[in-house]
């Protein structure tokens, strides 16, 4: 049996099967799904031996009755290990990343009826609508339906940083009708050093590119810098002084007020247009390719810088 490990957490139904495969290339999501379903078997009272190898003379402990749950993550002996598991009457939880060895394991799995295969990769726009929607239900967070599709295009596709940004929406409190409402929970809250790139525009470019670097990790960090750009220059075109723009400012950031003054005064109309029609283009060339979101971020970073300062 085959299901996505996002639809099996959100069952968070019993786990009846004897062979299970955590595989895939999001790792963070395979980390949580292993200890999520460990912890399953845990509250069976299962005897977990994560020792990486197979004894089927093992009869777990006092609390056990018998019932074991082999953990491996080193497929290196994986053939020795299955052989021993054959042999046994015990539950096998294999968890790595795709590897060569891991898609002989996914055709044994998927043959078996008592197996179950969940293969973590990047959420697909459909799972993650699902996702979203769950979470606000059951959070109660009141989200208009503009909103709500906003959340749906700029939060992350990995399954972990997605449920991280929405338990910051959940903190909020109140009904959520604008971005700017969400961006000042979830980015300025959540990573403060990325927040600070957009006020080294006016640094020599490879100081700016290092700072860069140094704070984009992934590509939600990514999304994280886009939106707090995003934020910044909502309240620049808000502002009709700068009294009003320096109100309007994060409080928190107060030792960048003064480049925030110097972007504010050099930024007009039709400036903040084009970097706005800039944003969107890195957002629908990062979701199309990914894995290029560093190439494509500092490429927007130095066209911004160069807007900023022209």
């Not at 046994?88 to 055709?107: A, F, G, H």
């Not at 929405?166 to 300025?188: F, M």
């Not at 504010?264 to 990062?286: A, D, F, G, R, S």
Request: proline content about 2%; some cysteine.
């Amino acid at each position: 049996m085959k299901i996505r490990p996002e639809i099996f957490l959100l069952k968070n139904e019993n786990i009846n099967h004897k062979k299970i495969l955590v595989t895939g290339s999001d790792e963070p999501l395979i980390g949580h799904v292993t200890e999520f379903i460990i912890n399953k078997f845990k509250n069976k009272n299962f005897f977990i031996d994560s020792s990486g190898s197979i004894d089927k003379n093992l009869s777990g402990d006092l609390f056990s009755n018998n019932k074991i749950l082999f953990v491996l993550r080193d497929l290196s002996s994986i053939k020795e290990n299955m052989e021993a598991f054959n042999l046994t009457d015990q539950n096998l939880l294999i968890s790595s990343p795709n590897k060569n060895k891991t898609n002989s394991i996914k055709s044994e799995i998927l043959k078996s009826k008592d197996s179950l295969l969940l293969e973590c990769y990047p959420l697909t726009r459909q799972t993650k609508e699902v996702i979203i929607k769950e979470f606000i239900e059951k959070n109660n967070i009141d989200l208009s339906s503009n909103m709500f599709w906003y959340v749906l295009d700029n939060f992350d596709n990995n399954y972990i940083s997605l449920k991280k940004q929405l338990e910051l929406l959940s903190l909020w409190g109140g009904e959520i009708t604008s971005a700017l409402d969400i961006e000042k929970v979830v980015s300025i809250e959540s990573r403060i050093e990325i927040n600070k790139i957009f006020f080294q525009v006016f640094k020599k470019n490879k100081i700016l590119i290092d700072y860069f670097n140094k704070n984009i990790n992934s590509q939600g960090d990514f999304y994280i810098f886009l939106n707090s750009l995003k934020l910044y220059l909502g309240i620049i075109i808000s502002s009709s002084n700068k009294e009003v723009v320096i109100s309007n400012f994060p409080k928190y950031l107060f030792n960048e007020k003064d480049v925030f003054l110097k972007i504010y005064n050099l930024l007009n109309k039709k400036k903040v247009e084009k970097i706005y029609k800039n944003i969107l283009k890195v957002e629908m060339l990062t979701r199309k390719h990914s894995s290029l979101y560093l190439l494509f971020g500092i490429r927007f970073l130095i066209n911004t810088k160069n807007i900023i300062t022209s």
